[in-house]
């Protein structure tokens, strides 16, 4: 993901000079085609995330495009008062970017550990949240981000995610894409989990049951009337992410079943809960907190 995202940023500043980057001394081997093609819109602001935010919230005050990027909370969590009272509360358009979302760098324990960050900028005002599946879905939401005015929160995946799209698809801001079609279940993901719930329904139709998978690559705003289909059609509803569950996916689209009073609908939150898993290699997180394949396939 993070591969096609700064392709797609380097088409898109070729085009528009407005276009900046910001790094907190991070993405090496990654920005670099960035910095040399466009040197005089890439600042390494260093280990100063705080400052970093700052920064950008004044470069966008000025009328530029601000990308910043760095890995799991640095971008978020360490300068969330610069994000809330700088880039928020003034509506600047700024693109907070972070790289490794989830347990991407789970080896290096909780403190690289990306899991309350989807709660945390869903809860600030005015800012989008977007969390694409796979690299296509990276290259469109980019795109979108770059045209779009005002604060927005671009979570992705580290390195290796597998292309699902057959080609870049049509994404509207706050409403999911149907990948897999099915009748009893839903599988709701987001993020880089999209892959893990197409094999679980793939698991599942195995055993004969019929099972939807949806992406959910924009978790704020969420439109309202793009999930009353899915809420009326399924008998049980499945939100999956590599995040904490309350407050992130799992956590709008309870707001969403309760608000519409939904008769037909059951939805099972999976993700992280009020626990902390310890350093261990992504795959072995997920297994831990049962979003793996498998113990996806055993709701079903």
Same mark, same amino acid.
């Given at each position: ?22 790094? %907190? ?17 890439? #600042?390494?602001?260093? #280990? ?56 991407? !760098? ?18 600030? $005002? !005015? ?7 796979? $690299? *296509? ?13 005002? $604060?927005? !929160?671009?979570? *992705?995946?580290?390195? %290796?995610?597998?292309? #699902? ?12 894409? *149907? ?28 055993? %004969?049951?019929?099972?939807?998978? !949806? ?11 793009? #999930? ?19 407050? %992130? ?52």
């Amino acid at each position: 993901m993070r591969t096609a995202f700064i392709e797609t940023l380097c088409e898109l500043a070729e085009r528009d000079g407005r276009i900046w980057l910001l790094t %907190g001394d991070l993405g090496y081997s990654v920005l670099e085609p960035f910095a040399e093609r466009f040197p005089n819109r890439y #600042i390494n602001m260093g #280990i100063a995330e705080q400052n970093m935010a700052g920064v950008a919230a004044g470069l966008a005050l000025t009328g530029k495009t601000v990308f910043v990027y760095s890995i799991a909370n640095f971008p978020t969590l360490r300068c969330l008062e610069q994000i809330r009272n700088d880039i928020c509360y003034h509506q600047a358009n700024v693109k907070i970017v972070a790289v490794g979302g989830g347990y991407s !760098y789970g080896s290096q324990g909780y403190t690289h550990h990306g899991v309350e960050d989807i709660a945390i900028m869903r809860a600030l $005002p !005015y800012i989008s949240v977007v969390a694409p599946g796979d $690299p *296509l879905e990276t290259r469109a939401v980019t795109k979108i981000l770059s045209q779009n005015e005002g $604060p927005a !929160y671009l979570r *992705l995946g580290k390195a %290796g995610e597998p292309i #699902i799209h057959q080609q870049e698809p049509v994404i509207q801001p706050g409403v999911p894409l *149907l990948i897999h079609k099915g009748k009893d279940v839903a599988l709701c993901s987001t993020g880089a989990m999209l892959k893990t719930c197409l094999d679980a329904a793939r698991l599942a139709e195995d055993k %004969g049951k019929s099972v939807a998978v !949806y992406s959910f690559p924009w978790i704020k705003p969420l439109i309202t009337e793009s #999930i009353l289909p899915i809420i009326r059609s399924y008998r049980l509803i499945i939100s999956v992410e590599e995040a904490n569950a309350s407050g %992130g996916l799992g956590g709008v689209l309870a707001e969403i079943i309760s608000e519409t009073l939904s008769p037909r609908a059951i939805l099972k939150r999976l993700g992280c809960g009020n626990s902390i898993t310890p350093a261990n290699s992504q795959d072995s997180s997920r297994a831990i907190i049962g979003i793996d394949s498998l113990s996806i396939q055993r709701l079903l």
